[in-house]
């Protein structure tokens, strides 16, 4: 217990880069979360619901949130594709820039990243399974990786060197998902169990490109 609750206390520490009294270049804490969520977001989870359900604010302080984003220019919004009414938010080139100079979570990208390959991995898997044990109380987790979520489907299935041009399907919303977008973030993410030969293939292949 004495170590459980000294490695709590360490991601307490932690904690403290991404929540914070005032503003950092120009954001506040929350503005910087939804920002950042919409940078890594897929097709179907830009808009401002998504956004109030990821950063767990109610859906007026999340619009807020989105026209503050709009004033400085570092968001977009555009008419959706699959429906006219609802809109999709885009990041700016700018808003962009602003995410790679100055998010105050790079500081902890670049520690874990010094980390190394494998240790990113093992402390990627702990914290998940942490995640796992509290999302049982709460039912569910506000957003997953999408190459992670039950949804998914393989359309052409591919081997080795031939994954690099395998097509994927999401059931839920009867629409193809390019491979570049299960690496997106997707807040109707539901985690499976019973397809850890995808996930360990994208592992493997992360890992041999940083080495
Ligand atoms: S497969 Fe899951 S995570 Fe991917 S887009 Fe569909 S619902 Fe979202």
């Not at 709590?8 to 914070?20: C, D, G, K």
């Not at 950063?55 to 699959?82: C, D, M, N, Y």
């Amino acid at each position: 217990m004495p170590l459980a609750r000294e490695a709590v206390e360490l991601l307490i520490q932690a904690s403290r880069v991404w929540y914070f009294e005032g503003n950092q270049h120009g954001l506040r804490d929350r503005e910087w979360m939804a920002l950042r969520f919409l940078g890594r977001a897929n097709r179907f989870s830009r808009n401002p619901s998504a956004v109030a359900g990821f950063i767990s604010a109610t859906r007026a302080t999340a619009s807020q949130i989105v026209k503050t984003l709009e004033g400085k220019s570092f968001l977009v919004r555009k008419p959706s594709q699959r429906d006219k009414r609802s809109v999709v938010l885009h990041v700016t080139a700018q808003g962009e820039k602003c995410l790679n100079q100055y998010d105050p979570v790079n500081r902890v990208l670049n520690a874990v990243t010094a980390l190394g390959p494998d240790e990113c991995v093992r402390l990627r898997d702990l914290l998940q399974e942490i995640l796992n044990h509290l999302d049982e109380a709460r039912q569910r987790l506000d957003a997953g990786v999408c190459r992670n979520c039950m949804f998914l489907a393989e359309r052409r299935p591919s081997t080795g060197k031939r994954r690099a041009t395998a097509e994927f399907l999401c059931r839920l919303y009867r629409a193809p998902v390019s491979l570049e977008e299960t690496e997106l973030l997707c807040t109707n993410f539901e985690r499976t169990r019973d397809r850890p030969k995808l996930e360990e293939d994208f592992d493997r292949a992360r890992v041999a490109s940083q080495e």
